[in-house]
T-cell receptor, first 115, second 115 residues
Framework: AQSVAQPEDQVNVAEGNPLTVKCTYS??????LFWYVQYPNRGLQFLLK??????LVKGSYGFEAEFNKSQTSFHLKKPSALVSDSALYFC?????????????FGSGTQLTVLP | DAGVIQSPRHEVTEMGQEVTLRCKPI?????LFWYRQTMMRGLELLIY????????DSGMPEDRFSAKMPNASFSTLKIQPSEPRDSAVYFC?????????????FGPGTRLLVL
């Protein structure tokens, strides 16, 4: 079965500092990996995805994520955090070999950027 | 594009009442997903449709839940009778049926409170 782990419920970082939100996954084959962000009282908003190719994926709002197959990780990063980045972040995985199209989401990481 | 539209945004009802949640997917998208979000269980897929046909409803909690998609632009999720443990945020998402790499786009959600 496919699964995703976000080991940190909460991440705090000072504005202007780099941020990292961690994600590890477990699938049988090569995964498709996604990051979504959720602002208060809003739906999930797509940030970026890894399907194949370059391990460093660039997405919206200056975010990027690095796929590391040996460590089965897909950490979300941003070089310089903004207060407006404060939100709930979800990592998700899909195992294409299963043929199913549903995403499996992690439990979410609350990012707080302190001014 | 207006994005995925859900109604109502908030619903408060009493135990035993019927609840109907509505979703309009993004025009041109032919896959639709219903998710439920709670603090305890995170994001769970309830059911998804391809070309208006239910494909996997294994996530539907029990017979009190039912979902329909009578046409490409409309879907409903019904709970009858509702119970307090059904209180959650229900999200609808849509995507193009383009294989496993497609991205799901989420609506703003319906916040349901069953008293």
């Amino acid at each position: 079965a496919q699964s995703v782990a976000q080991p940190e419920d909460q991440v705090n970082v000072a504005e202007g500092n780099p941020l990292t939100v961690k994600c590890t996954y477990s699938v049988s084959g090569n995964p498709y990996l996604f990051w979504y962000v959720q602002y208060p009282n809003r739906g999930l908003q797509f940030l970026l995805k890894y399907i194949t190719g370059d391990n460093l994926v660039k997405g919206s709002y200056g975010f990027e994520a690095e796929f590391n197959k040996s460590q089965t990780s897909f950490h979300l990063k941003k070089p310089s955090a903004l207060v407006s980045d404060s939100a709930l972040y979800f990592c998700a995985v899909r195992d294409p070999r299963r043929g199913a199209r549903q995403l499996t989401f992690g439990s979410g990481t609350q990012l707080t950027v302190l001014p | 594009d207006a994005g995925v539209i859900q109604s109502p945004r908030h619903e408060v009802t009493e135990m035993g009442q019927e609840v109907t949640l509505r979703c309009k997917p993004i025009s041109g998208h032919n896959s639709l997903f219903w998710y439920r979000q709670t603090m305890m269980r995170g994001l769970e897929l309830l059911i998804y449709f391809n070309n208006n046909v239910p494909i996997d409803d294994s996530g539907m909690p029990e017979d009190r839940f039912s979902a329909k998609m009578p046409n490409a632009s409309f879907s409903t999720l019904k709970i009858q009778p509702s119970e307090p443990r059904d209180s959650a945020v229900y999200f609808c998402a849509s995507s193009e049926l383009a294989g496993a790499t497609e991205t799901q786009y989420f609506g703003p959600g319906t916040r349901l409170l069953v008293l």
